[in-house]
């Protein structure tokens, strides 16, 4: 193909010794030039990339499938590149996931239905981006970015792809100011700093999408991202009628890569997330990415990996997998100086309330905190389910007051003194005035309760909650300050 210095829209350009010699005087041919040529050579400029990159390629052959690999053979083509295979139909779109000799893995992202033995295998040597910009303010999209909302195109002026830049840990902003994201249990006892990555950790079923969907409708920051990776798909619809609303949904990109997408897809539905949130990051905008769930995201990480030969190791996940997880949650953060922020939540599933599942294991240790929902508080009723005791948030002391941080200790403390005695108060077996901390603890655990609980629908700002805190609290404050007095 040819290079930059035949490109069409050079030749459009063509300098004036190649004009008639009963052309109009110069600098009304220039500007007559400028006016017929300019949105011409504009319009071709963006073509120019495809030209310079543009290399002779070799098209391979289908050699094998096996499960949702296909094998090729004659293509050369760099790992991570796309490939167009033939089938009976229009064709798919592959991407190379490794190689063995002369042989290329790849991994489809759609259905492999129709493929035929010995199908042309053409590697496409553009790259694919996602369009970013505002335009996809309300929109949902796949892992690839192409719209399932029905709303027509997503027309932007930019796109970007999933590869990624690490960012200079030292170019990072520290984190230094709270993010209000309209939940009470967490904007006073957990509270979330900008550009905190933190991870959600629950079972199936205790109130994970609920919680979520509260926080995209409630929260201050600019833009929320959310990525459904693995639900079911009938779960997609209703997250996005039902829980994240109108309100929630028109400063919201949702996308969406359910259960029955390929791994590939839902492994870039994750990808596509944490792209979209850095663009408007770079925008300077504080953004909010809600991944649910990033242990889905390992799991297709695992199927591809497996696929490909990859060894087990720890509980049936390729190394691979361990690699890839802080590579995602390092996406997050805030920015240099100049960018905004992003404040992440990755929900993590705890099979059978199992926190000792390797991908938690791995999530709790690269994450700057952990909110845990609890079956027992869900199967009581009591919603958001968040276990305050077992739930941290590593940056709190950085993003709010020594007496903010006191007063949700005293929660904390509380909560635990109460849970510890729990068995001994409620067959009657603690009697009043034998510990000032358990009377306390007792008198004050209904309000707590009441406090920790919120509904579905309610948004409450970040002031409020500290003031509601410290309220709730008061009764403690008052029976310190009169111990005090008697001593
Ligand atoms: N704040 C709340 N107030 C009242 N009910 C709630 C609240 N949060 C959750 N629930 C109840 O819990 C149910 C399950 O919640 P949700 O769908 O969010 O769970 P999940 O953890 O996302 O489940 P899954 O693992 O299936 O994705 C909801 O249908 C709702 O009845
Ligand atoms: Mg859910």
Redesign the pocket.
């Known amino acids: 193909m040819s290079d930059a210095t035949n490109n069409p829209a050079d030749d459009a350009l063509s300098t004036p010794s190649n004009k008639p010699s009963n052309a109009p005087p110069k600098a009304a041919s220039n500007a007559l030039l400028n006016e017929q040529q300019a949105p011409l050579t504009k319009r071709l400029e963006r073509y120019k990339k495809f030209i310079k990159k543009s290399k002779p390629t070799a098209a391979g052959r289908l050699t094998r499938v096996v499960g949702l690999t296909l094998e090729a053979v004659g293509c050369r083509a760099p790992l991570g590149s796309l490939c167009h295979v033939e089938t009976m139909g229009e064709g798919i779109t592959a991407e190379i996931v490794g190689f063995s000799d002369d042989c290329i893995f790849l991994m489809p992202s759609e259905s492999i239905h129709g493929v035929l033995p010995g199908a042309r295998v053409v590697p496409l040597m553009h790259e694919v981006g996602i369009p970013v910009g505002m335009e996809l303010l309300g929109r949902v999209i796949d892992g690839a970015g192409r719209p399932l909302d029905g709303l027509g195109p997503i027309i932007t002026e930019h796109e970007a792809t999933n590869k990624v830049t690490p960012t200079n840990p030292l170019n990072r902003r520290p984190i230094k100011e709270p993010l209000d994201v309209g939940v009470r249990a967490i904007n006073s006892v957990i509270t979330v700093g900008q550009g905190q990555r933190m991870g959600l950790f629950?079972g199936?079923?205790?109130?994970?999408?609920?919680?979520l969907g509260?926080m995209t409708r409630g929260t201050t920051a600019d833009v929320v991202v959310v990525g459904l990776i693995g639900?079911r798909g009938r779960?997609v619809k209703e997250f996005i009628e039902e829980i994240l609303g109108e309100e929630g949904r028109a400063r919201s990109v949702v996308v969406a890569a359910p259960a029955d997408n390929s791994p590939l897809m839902r492994l870039k539905g994750c990808e596509t997330a944490a792209t979209i949130a850095e663009y408007f990051r770079d925008q300077g905008m504080n953004v909010l990415l809600l991944l649910d769930s990033v242990t889905r995201y390992a799991q297709a990480q695992r199927e591809i990996a497996l696929a490909v030969g990859e060894p087990p190791a720890t509980k049936g996940y390729p190394p691979s997998v361990f690699a890839k997880l802080p590579a995602l949650v390092e996406r997050a953060g805030n920015g240099g100086e100049g960018q905004g922020s992003i404040t992440a939540f990755y929900t993590v599933?705890t099979e059978g309330d199992d926190m000792q599942d390797p991908i938690a294991d791995a999530a709790r240790a690269i994450l700057d905190g952990h909110i845990v929902l609890s079956r027992e508080l869900?199967d009581s009723g009591h919603?958001?389910a968040i276990d305050v005791e077992k739930s941290i948030s590593r940056v709190m002391p950085n993003v709010t007051t020594d007496e903010h941080q006191m007063l949700a200790r005293q929660v904390k403390q509380l909560y635990s003194i109460y849970q510890q005695n729990k068995d001994l108060i409620s067959i009657g077996a603690y009697t009043a005035g034998t510990n000032p901390e358990i009377d306390i603890a007792i008198q004050l655990m209904p309000a707590l309760n009441e406090f920790l609980q919120?509904?579905?629908t309610d948004v409450i700002g970040y002031e409020e909650c500290l003031a509601n805190l410290a309220h709730v609290l008061q009764p403690l404050a008052d029976a310190q300050a009169q111990h005090q007095q008697q001593q």
Not at 204 to 211: F, N, P, Q, R, Y
């Open positions: 629950a199936s079923g205790v109130g994970k999408s609920v919680l509260m639900e779960e599933l869900a919603y958001p919120q509904g579905m």
